[in-house]
């Protein structure tokens, strides 16, 4: 390995408990920085009996990455893809915030597999605690959705696609105080909730046809209905559907099971992933 030139990749396979200790996972980012890419193991049966994270990825899987990375290193080449991630915080005050739970991992996923197969990337990025995947790419870091909006507006007429997967907060505080506010001074509070600026739809309402917008939708109810008339009310190219009833998809998850509707009608369902192989099949499909 250490005198090897060629790309690597690392496909680990060990027990779930192995998997979570923290010296693991230390050498995991030490091999990550050095450039290998991780082939996630997958979630299931493993030898010792027990079931959880650890089970090496499937052959055939590996094989796709690989040879997907064969094929692909240079197929964005000469692109421009603006990739938003992450939640937003709007702040009540100076030390609290309303959010949600997004950790911020598909949309890195994409923006490395973007970067991987040559784009030049630029990651509108809400807080979040990951490091910038490797290759060509431009992280903006922001914190509101009103930020988040200013930054797509400003970086998307020169790309030529743009993924939305950012969890923006649907609503901010009417006002956010200058000072921490005091329950022993203020007593009850009411807070006033104004709704944000929908980023997607004011780029679908912007883009030319050369552009590409990708949206995604993670819904509860009425899954495919909602997702196509999003993809309509955004005027979007493609929409990502992940359902919050999968226990392998959403949130948080290193793992993702999405289907990708397009404009035109066409779609493809995938099986649950890791979302490095998700984003490899949500830019197959879309770019
Ligand atoms: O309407 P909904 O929030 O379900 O739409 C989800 C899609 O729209 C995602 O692609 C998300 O990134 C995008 N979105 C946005 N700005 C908002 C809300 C959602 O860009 N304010």
Redesign the pocket.
């Known amino acids: 390995y250490l005198s090897a030139k060629a790309k690597v990749f690392v496909a680990p396979a060990m027990d779930l408990d192995m998997y979570r200790h923290p010296s693991t996972a230390r050498n995991l980012d030490t091999l990550r920085a050095d450039g290998v890419t991780l082939i996630e193991p997958a979630e299931g049966y493993l030898a010792s009996g027990l079931t959880g994270k650890g089970r090496m990825e499937e052959p055939e899987e590996i094989v796709k990455v690989i040879e997907a990375w064969m094929d692909a290193s240079a197929s964005l080449k000469g692109k421009k893809i603006l990739v938003?991630a992450g939640p937003?915080h709007e702040n009540i005050d100076p030390v609290r915030f309303i959010g949600n739970y997004s950790s911020g991992k598909m949309g890195y996923a994409l923006a490395g597999e973007c970067a991987a197969r040559g784009a030049e990337v630029c990651l509108v990025s809400g807080p979040v605690s990951l490091p910038v995947p490797d290759g060509d790419i431009r992280r903006i870091e922001v914190t509101s959705?009103a930020e988040?909006?200013a930054a797509?507006l400003r970086e998307f007429p020169g790309m030529d696609a743009a993924?939305?997967?950012?969890?923006?907060?649907?609503y901010a505080p009417a006002v956010c105080s200058d000072s921490k506010i005091k329950r022993e001074t203020t007593g009850e509070i009411t807070l006033r909730l104004v709704?944000?600026?929908?980023?997607?739809?004011?780029?679908g309402a912007i883009k030319t046809p050369e552009q590409k917008l990708?949206?995604?939708?993670?819904?509860t109810d009425n899954e495919h209905a909602?997702a196509l008339s999003?993809l309509r009310?955004?005027n979007?190219d493609f929409?990502?559907l992940n359902s919050l009833r999968d226990p392998l998809a959403g949130f948080g998850k290193d793992t993702n099971k999405v289907t990708v509707i397009a404009a035109t009608g066409e779609e493809k369902s995938f099986p649950a992933k890791s979302k490095t192989l998700v984003a490899a099949d949500i830019i197959d499909f879309t770019l």
Do not use: Q, W
């Not at 709704?195 to 780029?203: G, T």
């Not at 990708?214 to 819904?219: M, P, V, Y």
């Open positions: 938003t937003t959705a988040m909006h797509c993924i939305m997967c950012a969890a923006v907060a649907d709704p944000n600026p929908d980023i997607a739809a004011s780029l990708i949206g995604f939708a993670l819904e909602n999003k009310r955004k979007l929409i990502v």
